[in-house]
């Protein structure tokens, strides 16, 4: 099998090339962010789509992002969540231990962070 940048299995259902930039496939990512994930996929018990996962400076800035966005530091991803369902997952989410929990309503999809204990941003 032919290597792919990034390539590499997290948990059971989350790879890192689904947090990569997607602009310059650059990433960080903050551990404890793919375990929550891990923890409200079992909750969920449905795939959990990401959209925008590490955001390099420059990328963040293309997508209006705010500057401090927790998505340039590693620790935020959004995943697709259906408007309907929103109330359920931002409930498993917390339960997950998610501490950054923004739902976009018909936009369907929520940001989901873990904030730095040390700033808060969003
Ligand atoms: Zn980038
Ligand atoms: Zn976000």
Not at 78 to 91: I, S, T
Not at 103 to 114: Q, S, V
């Amino acid at each position: 099998m032919k290597p792919i940048i990034n390539s590499l299995q997290l948990t059971p259902h989350f790879n890192l090339r689904e947090f990569q930039c997607s602009c310059c496939q650059q990433v960080k990512l903050w551990p404890p962010l793919v375990e929550c994930l891990e923890k409200l996929r079992s909750l969920w018990k449905e795939p959990i789509v990401l959209t925008s996962g590490y955001r390099c400076p420059n990328h963040n800035k293309r997508v209006g992002g705010v500057a401090n966005s927790l998505h340039v530091e590693g620790r935020a991803a959004d995943v697709v969540v259906m408007h309907r369902y929103q109330p359920l997952f931002c409930e498993l989410a917390e339960r997950a231990g998610f501490t950054s929990i923004l739902p976009y309503g018909k936009r369907n999809f929520i940001h989901l962070a873990i904030k730095n204990s040390r700033r808060h941003n969003e």
